[in-house]
C-alpha cells in the first residue's frame, strides 16, 4: 500500500458529515529522514526551513461539531504533484502552489493553533468516490470556515508594485473624511496617477480598442495581482462566494477580499467621472462574479461589498451626461445567467464546469444528483439544465444555447447549454426587452429530453449576411482582391484585423440599406438600433436624444461606407455638422511605410479618423462587441435584425411564453432545434405578441 493509501486508510471518514483537516507545526529535522531514500530526501528538500521542516498531522472531525478550522483557496494550476510533505509520518506529494501557501501561512504565529482544510490533501485524490462525495460538502465546508484563506502565489517586484495601488486606493475608499466634491476630486487624481496607466500611450492603446480582444495585449497596473491564475479558475469561485471572511495573501502581504471590492468600486465611479466607460475592463471581472453570486444568494451581509453605483455617462461623453446615484442591493433572481456566465472560468476536466458550482447550486435551493464523474458529459449538462430551468421558471438558460467549441459534442439537446463552451456570441440585454410581454413561462420536460415550452410564429429568415470574427480564423483572402497577402502580413497586428473587419461591417451598412433602398435615414435608423440596442432604447423615449444618437451613429456609418469606391472627396466642397469637424482631425501620418494607393491608404485613413474622433470610436467599439459571432438577417416581413451566426436561411423566428428575446428555430421531423436568441426591432417590447397570449402554438425543442 502507498503512503499516500495508508494516510486515507488509517483516517476514514466514517458518517457522511465527516471530513478531514490537517493541522500545521514546525519541526525539527526528524531521524525519519534517515530512512527515506536519498533521491526522496532531494524532492523534500522544499519542504525543509534550514534545520526546520513543516510537518502535517491530519485528524477527522464531522460538520456537524461546528469545528473551528481555515480553509485554503488556492488555484491547482495543471501542477504535477512534485512537492513532498510529511503528513502522519508519511510522504505525501502535493503541488508546488499549495506547498509554497502552507510554508508562507505556516510563518505566521496564529497558525500554530488553527486547523485547515486543503483540498488535495484532506481529500483522497484518487478515489472517486469519495472525492464524489466530498463535492456536495464544499458548501457546507466553505460557510463554516471562520476564514477562507486565498492564496495567490509569492510576491515579485511586480506584484509588490501593484500592491502598494491596491493599500492606496483601499485607504482611500476607507477615508470617510474624504466627502463630496473633494472625494470625487480625488477619485480622479487617483485614476489618473495611478489606475490609467494601461492608456498612458493613447495613440499605442486606441488600435486596440477597435479590435476589443486585443486590450488584453495592455498590462492593467493591477494585473500583476488580479491577473493571477487563481482569478480565473472555477473551483475557486465558490470558495470565495460561501466564505464568510476571506484574506487574500501574496506571499507574506495581505488584504481582506473585501478590500478588493472597495478598490472596484473606487476605480468604476473614477472610470465613469472621467468617461472612459467605453474602454471596459476585465481586471475587476472575478470580483465582481462573486458580488452579484452572493447578493443572489442573499449572503451580502458576509463579505463587505462597499457602495453599488448606478450610472449613466459623463458630461463630456459623446452619448451624454453623468448622472450617478447609490442603489439597494439587487433582489434574488434567477442564477441560470450567473451560471452559464461562471463557467467561462477554467476548469481542467468540463465536468468540473458543473461540480466546480456545486456548493453555489446547492445553496440556491437547485437539487442536483450527487456529483459522479463516471456520468456522460451530456448527461450531466442535461440534468443540470433541467434542474435550473425547473427551479427559476424561467427560460433565460435558452438565451445561452448559442455557443460554440465545446466539448460535448452533438449529444445535448438544444435547450441545453454546453457549459464547456469556448465562447458564445453577444446576446442583448434581456432587462430591457420583453417580446411576449413579461407572460409567464410555461414548459413541461419529456422523458425522452426534450422540453415543451409555447410561441407563436413570427417571420422566417430570407437572407444573412458573413459574420464578422475579429480573430480570423482560415482567413479566405479570395474576398480581399485589393490586397497583397506578402504586404497584409508585414502590416502591425491591429491593422491586419483592422481590413477585413471593416469590410465585414462595411459589407452589413449595404445590406441594411438594400433592405430599405428608398430611405437611407430610416435603414440607419433601424441598424442603429439592431447594434446599439439598450443604448437606442433608453434613447429612443427621447426624441432630442434619438436624434443625436442616429446622427452619430450616421457618422460612423458615413465614415465606413467612405472606402467603398475606392476614393474620398479630401478636396471637395466642405461637408457640414459633425462629419466636418471628424475629417478636418483626421491624420494619415502613423509612423508605418505603407504603399501610398488602393484601398489599403483609405482604409489607414478612415482607420485614423476612428481613433480621433470620439464619437465614432465609441460607436465602433459598441458595435463590434455585439457583433463579434453574430450577423444580421433580414426576414420574409422585411424586418432587419441580428442573430449568431449559426442561422440560415428557413430558419423560423417565434416569440415564446416566458422569454423576453424572439427566438431562432429550425424545424427538424420531430420538432425543432433552438438556434439561439434574436434582436428585432419591432418585436422587442411585445409589439407582435398575441392578445391574451391566445393561440399559441406547442414547439417540442429537441
Known sequence: ????????????????????????????????????????????????????????????????????????????????????????????????????????????????????????????????????????????????????????????????????????????????????????????????????????????????????????????????????????????????????????????????????????????????????????????????????????LGMEEGLRYGRR??????????????????????????????????????????????????????????????????????????????????????????????????SSGQNLPSWAPDLSYDWFPWIPDWAFTAASQATEARFQFSECGSLTVYGVPIDVVIEQTRSIDTTMPNTDWSTYPTLNRNEYVSKPKYFRKFIPVMESLRSWITFALECHTEQTEHAHGLLCQVLLQEVAQAFGADPEKWTRLQGRFSIWCELLKATENHEMEWESEPRTGLISEVLTKSSPATGDDYPDSGLELLVEQLYNQLILDDTSRTVHHIVLTRAKGNCLFRSLAGKLGIASRKIQKGDEVFLIAGSALPMILRRRKTGYRIIGPAYIPGVMQGEMWPQGGQGLTTLELI
Open 1 to 296: 500500500m502507498s503512503a499516500p493509501s495508508r494516510i486515507y486508510a488509517d483516517l476514514p471518514l466514517r458518517t457522511s458529515r465527516q471530513i478531514r483537516l490537517l493541522k500545521l507545526e514546525w519541526k525539527k529535522e526528524p531521524f525519519l529522514l534517515r530512512h527515506i531514500p536519498a533521491f526522496r530526501r532531494r524532492r523534500m528538500s522544499s519542504s525543509i526551513n534550514g534545520y526546520w521542516r513543516l510537518d502535517c498531522t491530519i485528524t477527522v472531525a464531522s460538520l456537524d461539531d461546528s469545528p473551528d478550522f481555515h480553509a485554503l483557496s488556492y488555484a491547482w494550476e495543471s501542477q504535477a504533484a512534485t512537492e513532498a510533505l510529511i503528513c502522519n509520518n508519511y510522504e505525501l506529494l502535493v503541488t508546488r502552489n499549495c506547498c509554497s501557501a502552507l510554508h508562507s501561512i505556516a510563518q505566521d504565529e496564529w497558525s500554530r493553533s488553527c486547523f485547515f482544510w486543503v483540498d488535495s490533501i484532506c481529500i483522497d485524490q484518487d478515489s472517486i468516490a469519495e472525492r464524489n462525495h466530498q463535492v456536495t460538502l464544499m458548501a457546507d465546508i466553505y460557510k463554516t470556515a471562520r476564514v477562507v484563506d486565498i492564496w495567490l502565489g509569492e510576491a515579485d517586484q511586480d506584484s509588490l508594485g501593484a500592491l502598494k495601488e491596491l493599500e492606496f486606493l483601499t485607504w482611500l475608499a476607507k477615508a470617510d473624511r474624504v466627502q463630496g466634491d473633494r472625494r470625487m476630486r480625488a477619485l480622479q487624481k487617483i485614476r489618473k496617477d495611478q489606475v490609467s496607466s494601461v492608456f498612458k500611450d493613447r495613440n499605442l492603446a486606441l488600435p486596440y480598442i477597435l479590435v476589443p480582444e486585443d486590450m488584453v495585449s495592455f498590462t492593467h497596473p493591477l494585473s500583476p495581482i488580479l491577473g493571477r491564475t487563481w482569478f480565473g479558475r472555477l473551483w475557486t469561485l465558490q470558495e470565495i462566494v460561501l466564505a464568510s471572511v476571506a484574506v487574500v495573501r501574496l506571499g507574506a502581504h495581505s488584504m481582506t477580499w473585501s478590500d478588493l471590492c472597495d478598490v472596484d468600486n473606487q476605480i468604476t465611479v473614477a472610470e465613469v467621472s472621467l468617461g472612459l466607460t467605453q474602454y471596459p475592463s476585465d481586471i475587476f471581472q472575478r470580483v465582481r462574479i462573486v458580488a452579484d453570486l452572493r447578493i443572489i
Open 309 to 406: 453605483w448606478q450610472y449613466n455617462l459623463p458630461h463630456d461623453h459623446p452619448f451624454g451626461p453623468i448622472s450617478m446615484k447609490r442603489v439597494d442591493p439587487l433582489p434574488r433572481s434567477s442564477i441560470g445567467p450567473r451560471f452559464f456566465l461562471s463557467c467561462k472560468l477554467a476548469a481542467a476536466d468540463p465536468r468540473d464546469k458543473l461540480f466546480g458550482q456545486f456548493g453555489i447550486l446547492q445553496e440556491h435551493g437547485i437539487c442536483l444528483a450527487t456529483p459522479d464523474y463516471h456520468k456522460p458529459l451530456s448527461t450531466l449538462y442535461q440534468e443540470a439544465s433541467r434542474a435550473i430551468i425547473t427551479h427559476d421558471s424561467t427560460l433565460e438558460l435558452l438565451y445561452f444555447t448559442c455557443t460554440e467549441g465545446g
